[in-house]
């Protein structure tokens, strides 16, 4: 009797009771269910469906190799550019992605968030794993060109691809967890998200290489750039995909292995912060939205 009432109480929890992004995880079949819906509307009523996910970065490809690489003679720089270029632009699509819908995830589902509970931190967190798969596509069209060339990875060339695409990942859920929750009470948030995701091709060595900026840039600007996530990010994925093809003279990011776990402690911080702050003004969501 006595470990009836135990396993009663112990089963039994405060309504509402919240763990954070614990308690989204421990119900991952809901959370499942978002992420398959919002992937299903995409291609909803489309005849090609999940076709053109293969299509749009074959194409992007091409152009690429004409417009920049041949017109603009970037072939001759860059050996093997519109690859360099192709898998740059990978990890700030699923950075901006993640990003920009984890910001409006909790104002774009405010019927839902009004009506029942749960996890509210379900939405960025649903929004980053979209991302994430809509981003499987190109991963594969990059990896297909790759291996057309003459991609032959590495263990580390794996393990650089594996680290750039998890600290994206952690990056994304914490800027959007701390941007969605300001973003139900100030709008104004999601207008600087657009700013940041504007700026974030340029701020890394996407449509440049890294030496670009360490001939003009003083030094502690260039660590402060090597700083950056999403560089070490992109140089991580471009060590995975771009260096193996052997490119000419190219050596990789100074200290990249360092500064990559540098920039996933810095992810993870972010998360740690954007965690809190979602917390912090929870709340007040309900009312807000």
Same mark, same amino acid.
């Given at each position: 009797?006595?470990?009836?009432?135990?396993?009663?109480?112990?089963?039994?929890?405060?309504p509402g009771?919240n763990?954070?992004?614990?308690?989204?995880?421990?119900?991952?079949?809901?959370?499942?269910?978002?992420?398959?819906?919002?992937?299903?509307?995409?291609?909803?009523?489309?005849?090609?469906?999940?076709?053109?996910?293969y299509?749009k970065?074959?194409?992007?490809f091409?152009?690429f190799?004409?417009?920049?690489?041949?017109?603009?003679?970037?072939n001759d720089?860059?050996?093997?550019?519109?690859?360099?270029?192709?898998?740059?632009?990978?990890?700030?699509?699923?950075f901006n992605?993640?990003?920009?819908?984890?910001?409006?995830?909790?104002v774009?589902?405010?019927?839902?968030?009004?009506?029942i509970?749960?996890?509210?931190?379900?939405?960025?967190?649903?929004?980053?794993?979209?991302?994430a798969?809509?981003?499987?596509?190109?991963?594969? =069209?990059?990896?297909?060109i @790759?291996?057309?060339?003459?991609?032959?990875?590495?263990? !580390?060339? #794996? &393990?650089a691809i594996v $680290?750039?695409?998890v600290?994206?990942a952690?990056l994304?859920?914490?800027?959007?967890?701390?941007?969605?929750?300001?973003n139900?009470?100030?709008?104004?948030?999601q207008?600087?998200?657009?700013?940041?995701?504007? =700026?974030?091709?340029?701020a @890394?060595?996407?449509?440049?290489?890294?030496?670009?900026? !360490?001939? #003009? &840039?003083?030094?502690? $600007?260039?660590?402060?750039?090597r700083l950056?996530?999403?560089?070490?990010?992109?140089?991580l994925f471009?060590?995975?995909?771009?260096f193996?093809?052997?490119p000419?003279?190219?050596?990789?990011?100074?200290?990249?292995?360092m500064?990559?776990?540098?920039?996933?402690?810095?992810?993870l911080?972010?998360?740690?912060?954007?965690?809190?702050?979602?917390?912090?003004?929870?709340g007040?969501?309900?009312?807000?939205?």
């Amino acid at each position: 009797m006595q470990q009836a009432r135990t396993l009663d109480a112990q089963r039994m929890t405060t309504p509402g009771a919240n763990r954070g992004l614990l308690e989204v995880f421990r119900q991952r079949y809901l959370l499942s269910l978002i992420v398959r819906k919002e992937v299903q509307i995409r291609y909803r009523g489309s005849i090609f469906g999940w076709l053109w996910s293969y299509v749009k970065p074959l194409v992007q490809f091409v152009v690429f190799f004409v417009a920049i690489g041949v017109f603009l003679g970037l072939n001759d720089r860059v050996e093997f550019f519109p690859i360099y270029l192709l898998s740059g632009i990978t990890v700030v699509t699923f950075f901006n992605e993640a990003f920009s819908n984890g910001t409006r995830s909790l104002v774009d589902n405010a019927a839902l968030i009004k009506k029942i509970y749960l996890p509210r931190e379900m939405f960025p967190i649903a929004s980053m794993m979209i991302a994430a798969v809509n981003t499987v596509p190109q991963i594969i =069209v990059v990896v297909g060109i @790759s291996l057309f060339f003459g991609w032959a990875p590495s263990l !580390a060339s #794996v &393990a650089a691809i594996v $680290l750039a695409l998890v600290i994206i990942a952690v990056l994304a859920s914490g800027l959007g967890l701390f941007f969605g929750a300001i973003n139900v009470t100030f709008r104004d948030a999601q207008s600087f998200v657009e700013i940041i995701v504007m =700026v974030a091709i340029w701020a @890394s060595p996407v449509m440049y290489e890294w030496t670009q900026v !360490a001939r #003009v &840039a003083p030094e502690w $600007l260039f660590v402060l750039y090597r700083l950056n996530p999403i560089t070490a990010a992109v140089e991580l994925f471009h060590y995975g995909i771009w260096f193996p093809l052997g490119p000419g003279d190219a050596s990789p990011l100074p200290d990249l292995w360092m500064y990559g776990l540098i920039a996933l402690v810095t992810s993870l911080a972010a998360l740690v912060i954007g965690q809190l702050v979602f917390r912090r003004l929870e709340g007040r969501f309900a009312q807000d939205l």
